[in-house]
């Protein structure tokens, strides 16, 4: 079964607009979630976790138990924050989303 | 101070032939990660270790796949007559704290990318 569902495989916007990307994940207990991304020749790194509430480079994302979705947002998308993102649920060990493509355009 | 590591970055074998690929994660991280990247997908999970253990093989495709970590640090995961669907990266990560529900970060090596010919 499909832990976690990622449903754009791309995503573009341009500099300066909203993005949000979508995450519904499938766990009845209490997840733990993780969004990672991967820049162009990079490795993948973690970007946040849900558990520490924080906002890295300007993204936050809120866990909604209700529509059990993490979805990634940033009000103001720039150039540098073009890669591949990734969410993962970990429950005894890390389910990973198919990933969506952020192309930040100009 | 240094990331985790991979070695090859590119392994190209033939149907049938054996390959071990292999990992040295960060000094003094005691958890081991191995996931599997086919195109346009994410890390698939593999195998995880806790120091020397394989603390859930679940993820292993069949028992052509085999990792070890004798000694706590460095892991090798070995695949016995390789099939052309093995192509993919081959990712290892590894964390300070154990695995399961603790809220660990997993640092990521680069990948080896495994052509199976």
């Known amino acids: 079964a499909q832990r976690v569902t990622q449903p754009e495989k791309l995503l573009s916007v341009f500099k300066g607009a909203p993005v949000e990307l979508k995450c519904n994940y499938s766990?009845?207990?209490?997840?733990?979630l993780f969004w990672y991304v991967q820049y162009s020749r990079q490795r993948l790194q973690l970007l946040l976790r849900?558990?520490s509430r924080e906002s890295i480079k300007g993204f936050t994302a809120d866990l909604n138990k209700g529509e059990t979705s993490f979805h990634l947002k940033k009000p103001f998308a720039q150039e540098e924050d073009s890669a591949m993102y990734y969410c993962?649920?970990?429950?005894?060990?890390?389910?990973f989303g198919s990933g969506t493509k952020l192309n930040v355009k100009p | 101070g240094a990331g985790v590591s991979q070695t090859p970055s590119n392994k190209v074998t033939e149907k049938g032939k054996y390959v071990e690929l292999r990992c040295d994660p960060i000094?003094?991280?005691?958890?081991l990660y191995w996931y599997r990247q086919s195109l346009g997908q994410g890390p698939e999970f593999l195998i995880y270790?806790?120091?020397?253990?394989?603390?859930?093989d679940s993820g292993l495709p069949n028992d052509r796949f085999f990792a070890v970590r004798p000694e706590g640090s460095v892991s090798t995961l070995k695949i016995q007559r390789t099939e052309r669907g093995d192509s993919a990266v081959y990712l290892c990560?590894?964390?300070?704290?154990?695995?399961?529900?603790?809220?660990?970060?997993?640092?990521f090596g680069p990948g080896t990318r495994l052509t199976v010919l």
């Open positions: 990560a590894s964390s300070l704290l154990s695995g399961g529900r603790v809220y660990n970060e997993q640092f």
């Open positions: 766990y009845s207990g209490s997840p733990e």
């Open positions: 849900h558990i």
């Open positions: 993962a649920l970990n429950f005894n060990k890390f389910y």
């Open positions: 000094s003094g991280h005691t958890a």
């Open positions: 270790f806790q120091g020397t253990g394989a603390a859930d």
